[in-house]
RNA sequence: AGCGGGAUGGGAUAGCCAGGAGAUUCCGGCGGGCUCAUAACCCGCAGAUCGGUAGUUCAAAUCUACCUCCCGCUACCA
């Protein structure tokens, strides 16, 4: 790890968070794989000389309880979605410099070896501890075969986090009132052997080692936290046998495997050996980033900082391998400014936006350039086609043909004079905003560096309107235009580690040979082909009636799911491939109507025997209290007649307590009594939608009067 | 309520971490220009208490405290 700035003279490599061999790519997962790719290219673009390295996560629970419910091997499960993950990356051009898996041999071996060291220095001891067990089906059930309540939030939560809750991380034994994920059997506890990290040793140096991190904010603030908290000693084995068996025969018992989170963030440093192994060391060392010096930059999603920055470092100094340099969280993505939610297919999926049939490089900008790189992201269609169409064809595509089809039709190519000193100086900037950018860990600025210089090179032509000098002033006409020329394969060379494929086609429109990924900045100012053939357009509009037509997709999607959602009682599997998009679409589809907020109208209509069976009453609050803890919910008692009941109701916010009593009310007298936040409920009354609008009467209705 | 992220001209965003002239860029609006270019591009304008309050400071959008509101996940949707 060093501070000095990039490029620097030791190689790097760039490593995005593992893809779970669980399930399809979205455009979340996406967001982390197309930055961490742009990212080492750009370090390259730098002249550093950089791995990209990733591969898949085929270990742990969700893997292994998923095949089993598909009733095969968790291996061919978890290759399936390997497979398919290496097809889909090279179509958005993210372009691994080694992917493997963490199943490999060369995982397997180096987890081992690491995991022996650990154990060989001291850092790992044996404890006691308990673990759900199924006696009915004679199981053990770790981590998210089993769920429960969390200890410390209450919600419901799976064994290894209280991902409902607060979020929190779960070692075994934690959890309250377990129950088998697979049979729903209640699970009680045994003592298990198991074998534990002693990351409790490691404050100081992770305190030590946060100070000097580099990357976003989040990945630093949030670990200071926890470490302050005080860190607990760290399970590394399971009792499973998906996964690595723990080094050694002595072993903790059989059935015992290492956390999927051991072994995990070491495909790191398995994938960077295997470039080696296929490139040579000559090429790329690997032994010289991971133990000696290197620059090691991980790009992760904000959910697995921990890992990232407790364990993980703990681990490597343990080991005794090269500490991280960076870490680089990204933010979400959201969709139309609402959570993307796979479950309730909102989302927007890898083979979707290919079938559609756009050019990778568009979603490579749009995620990369749209916010900071630790912000949120939110993604709709029309902002894409904004960011599109304003930005890449407006800006970056229409400064290249123009340029280049002038320079073709007057000059045959390049103009022969020099480039000037403008905009030489103007490239020079935009080189620096380049290196500053990747220095600070922000494509967003990357990106902005190459669109400003776009936008420069359109103001200059605009400035210098070469079309009126080109008879009289053919000197100064040709200077412009070599300048443009020049802007043009710099904005190329900028663009590329963001854009490759785009880059790589002007690259050619202006006669380069071999690939611009092997450029490097300073071919931004090295003199362009003296000739080259005729240019086309690199970049097309998206109409207005496309866009309207993959919102309404999009909308068609969500609703099938959630109404599938309810007729088949939820399983929330996403509705898969693509979906026969409506022909009724209306000029409507783009803008939300009212309606499209509210909830669908219910299909099934019941009988009037269904209606009796409820008995709603008129009723009159009496007394009105705020909950203790609860911020909506308030304790009434309700006068209906026969009786004062009392109930809790979710108003609290939207009413002023002190003067509801009095106020009459509908109370949905036969709803079975329930307990909320200790407090009993006996009724349910009737309030409209989100604000809890309270139904009343405004006759002489009688308290307890029956409504039919 | 918990965790996380926000609150900047009509909309979307930058700047804040390393405080210093009332503030970026994009879209939209208005006016103008140009015609090489994908109705593209260029120029000008439109006037916003940088969520609120109180501090620190010679100086705060930028630091501190408190508050309000919004978003995501979760929850207490009876």
Known sequence: MSTEDFPTDRPAVVTCGLPYANGDLHIGHLRGYIGADAFARALETLGQETAYVSGSDMHGTPVAVNAEQEGIDPEEFALRWHEQYQETFPKFDVDFDNYGHTHDETNTELTQEIVRTLDEEGYVYEDEILVAYDPKADDYLPDRYVEGTCPYCGAKARGDECDEGCQRHLEPGEIEDPRSVRTGNPAEYRERTHKFFRVSEFADYLTEFLDGLEGTSNARNQPRQWIEEGLQDWCLTRDMDWGIDYPGDDGAAEDVVLYVWVDAPIEYISSTKQYTERVGADEYDWEQV??????????????????????????????????????????????????????????????????????????????????????????????????????????????????????????????????????????????????????????????????????????????????????????????????????????????????????????????????????????????????????????????????????????????????????????????????????????????????????????????????????????QIETAEGIDGADDLARLEVDIGFETRQVVAGIKQLHDLDELPGTQCILLANMEPAELFGVESNGMILAAGEEADLLTTHGDAALGEKIK
């Open 290 to 619: 991971w133990t000696e010096e290197g620059e090691i930059v991980h790009v992760i999603g904000r959910d697995i900082i921990q890992h990232h920055t407790i364990f993980w470092p703990a681990m490597l100094e343990a080991a005794d391998y090269t500490a991280p340099r960076a870490v680089a969280a990204t933010g979400f993505i959201t969709i139309n400014g609402k959570g993307l939610s796979t479950s309730r297919n909102r989302a927007i999926w890898a083979r979707e936006y290919l079938d559609e049939g756009f050019h990778p490089d568009l979603l490579r900008y749009y995620l990369t350039t749209t916010g900071g790189f630790q912000q949120d992201v939110d993604f709709s269609w029309d902002a894409f086609q904004e960011k599109v169409n304003g930005e890449l064809v407006g800006t970056v595509g229409n400064f290249w043909y123009r340029s280049l089809l002038f320079a073709y039709r007057n000059y045959d190519g390049t103009p022969d004079t020099a480039v000037s000193d403008e905009v030489e100086a103007r490239i020079e900037d935009a080189i620096d905003a380049f290196t500053g950018g990747v220095n600070d860990y922000s494509l967003r600025d990357v990106g902005n560096a190459t669109t400003r210089l776009a936008q420069f090179g359109n103001e200059y032509i605009q400035r210098n309107e070469p079309w009126k000098l080109t008879d009289e002033e053919p000197d100064r006409a040709a200077q412009v235009i070599r300048d443009c020329v020049q802007l043009a394969k710099a904005t190329a060379v900028l663009l590329s580690p963001i854009a490759p494929g785009k880059a790589q086609a002007l690259w050619e429109q202006i006669g380069e040979d071999g690939e611009i990924a092997d450029a490097h900045v300073e071919d931004a100012l090295a003199a362009p082909r003296d000739s080259f053939d005729k240019p086309g357009e690199l970049f097309a509009k998206i109409e207005d009636d496309r866009v309207a037509e993959l919102n309404e997709k999009l909308e068609t999607r969500i609703e099938e799911a959630a109404s599938d959602d309810e007729t088949e009682g939820g399983d929330g599997a996403p509705a898969d491939g693509e979906i026969e998009s409506d022909d009724t679409a209306s000029e409507q589809s783009t803008n939300m109507t009212d309606t499209d907020d509210l909830e669908p109208l219910a299909e099934d209509r019941i009988g009037f025997e269904d209606f009796q069976d409820v008995d709603i009453r008129v009723g």
